[in-house]
């Protein structure tokens, strides 16, 4: 269907595109098969942050502790006169920012970048609340006070020799754990437990833990590397996506780990039957497909393709349906809209821009609304765009509304509540935001096509404070300070 081109007004998001689903572009899967799509990728964000590396851009020492800074008129002054530390914003405030080398990893990869993936866990006794930072050396560990601010408590080291791809971390929550992964060789997969962290004395703090204090340690992967992790909790399993090599038996596709007991994880089976999955949302299937309901189901992003996955059966999981979509250059993540009632779901493509093509070609991220209603056949019902130009990255959805990491752009929140009732997308609008890369703000469109600022996010606590890990700076502390509504456009 043909989606409205519409003006920005209210935080609305411009749109206007083809959205279609289509069959997997056979004349091109070869190249993502072989790992050449991904290896050019990579090779280019190296570029990109060698490039920043030798400016000086990539010190994290060098950017200083802050404090609380309301937003003005769309502009937050966390320094006056400096603009590297004026930042764009909307209905978002500035609590607290603390350096990755304050954190626990002064060092970097060869090109100097030191940040990736953010999650964080709720003490469900004391309400208090905690983040698991990944960096390159390892994985930091703070709390985040009510007052919002943060307390330095504690760094995880990485336990493998580190090299450039252990800045690849990925971690979710499971229980009162931490998983964490990495694309380093030999690292495998920590479960650190984040209740050791409710007994350390401010005075005493930050603690250096031992790589030995986890409560497990996964190491049944090829190479000991996994480019993500993901957590069914309410099944109690794990799932590494990405373990190199693509040649395995696995294909660095699903590889299911059972975590029934955490100091004793076990690998279950795997799935290798659309090869390389990049990331995945796996689920209790709740949702209007019958033939489904009560299954355990995986969606997978797997770089040409949203690939639905039975996987009931860890041993012998199997392909549901397979689908590309118009523009497709990097399938790369995406969130399930209600995991309770699993009709719609977002997903993002992280190349897209870069390549500039299908609604992507003017550089605005654009992310893609499916209909899974039926999981046989997902439609690409619509799409909605950034108000920026740049790329968008890593995202999941709370109460109707998309967290979206979009490097440059900062962290990103869009109401999608609409979708149900307007899955063209017309009605997505952009309710608020805190733009962490000042660098590129002055460029055409008010950013770049490009691998810098903010990995990841976590916004999932009570207290409303979202914690953004960016690649060079360091962990933003930032809240929401009003919910707009959206002007309800039909198309």
């Not at 490039?51 to 320094?79: D, E, F, H, M």
Request: one cysteine or more; glycine letters at 10%; hydrophobic letters at 35%.
């Amino acid at each position: 269907m043909r989606v409205k081109a519409i003006g920005v007004a209210v935080g609305l998001c411009a749109v206007g595109a083809l959205a279609k689903e289509k069959a997997v572009d056979m004349s091109r899967h070869a190249e993502y098969k072989s790992g050449a799509v991904m290896d050019r990728i990579m090779a280019h964000k190296f570029e990109q942050w060698e490039a920043k590396l030798a400016s000086g851009a990539l010190n994290s020492t060098q950017w200083p502790r802050l404090n609380y800074t309301k937003c003005v008129n769309g502009i937050a002054k966390a320094i006056h006169g400096d603009a590297l530390h004026t930042f764009r914003c909307k209905n978002m405030d500035l609590y607290d920012f603390i350096n990755h080398a304050t954190l626990g990893s002064p060092l970097a990869t060869e090109e100097g970048a030191t940040g990736s993936s953010i999650w964080g866990w709720t003490d469900p006794k004391s309400g208090r609340e905690f983040i698991a930072v990944g960096m390159y050396q390892g994985t930091g560990l703070a709390e985040i006070l009510p007052k919002g601010r943060l307390l330095n408590l504690g760094f995880l080291p990485a336990p493998a020799a580190l090299g450039n791809h252990a800045l690849w971390k990925e971690i979710r929550s499971y229980k009162n754990y931490m998983i964490i992964g990495s694309e380093l060789e030999d690292h495998g997969i920590q479960i650190f437990d984040m209740r050791k962290l409710l007994s350390i004395s401010p005075k005493k703090a930050p603690v250096t833990f031992s790589v030995d204090d986890v409560t497990g340690h996964f190491k049944d992967l090829p190479l000991g590397r996994t480019h993500n992790v993901v957590i069914n909790e309410e099944l109690q399993y794990a799932v590494s996506v990405g373990a190199a090599p693509r040649e395995d038996a696995c294909g660095a596709g699903l590889i299911f780990i059972d975590l029934k007991d955490p100091s004793k994880p076990t690998r279950l089976g795997c799935n290798a039957q659309d090869g390389y999955v990049h990331d995945a949302q796996c689920l209790k299937y709740r949702g209007p497909d019958k033939r489904y309901l009560n299954h355990d189901i995986c969606y997978g992003y797997n770089e040409d393709s949203l690939t639905i996955y039975d996987v009931t059966n860890k041993a012998n999981s199997s392909i549901i349906s397979r689908t590309s979509y118009d523009g497709a250059s990097y399938t790369h993540q995406g969130w399930v809209l209600d995991p309770f009632n699993q009709e719609y779901l977002l997903l993002d493509d992280e190349y897209d821009e870069e390549e500039a093509v299908g609604p992507a070609k003017d550089g605005y991220p654009v992310t893609y609304i499916w209909d899974i209603r039926d999981l046989q056949n997902p439609k690409n019902t619509g799409l909605y765009k950034a108000t920026n130009r740049g790329i968008d990255h890593n995202q999941y959805v709370i109460d109707g509304l998309s967290y979206q990491s979009s490097y440059g752009a900062g962290v990103r929140v869009y109401d999608v509540s609409s979708i149900p009732v307007d899955p063209t997308g017309n009605s997505v609008c952009e309710v608020a935001y805190f733009d962490i890369y000042p660098e590129d703000d002055t460029e055409p469109g008010g950013g770049v096509v490009g691998f810098a600022g903010s990995w990841a996010s976590y916004g999932y606590f009570k207290s409303g404070f979202i914690a953004v890990n960016t690649i060079e700076r360091g962990v933003y502390l930032v809240k929401i300070t009003k919910r707009e509504r959206c002007k309800r456009v039909h198309a």
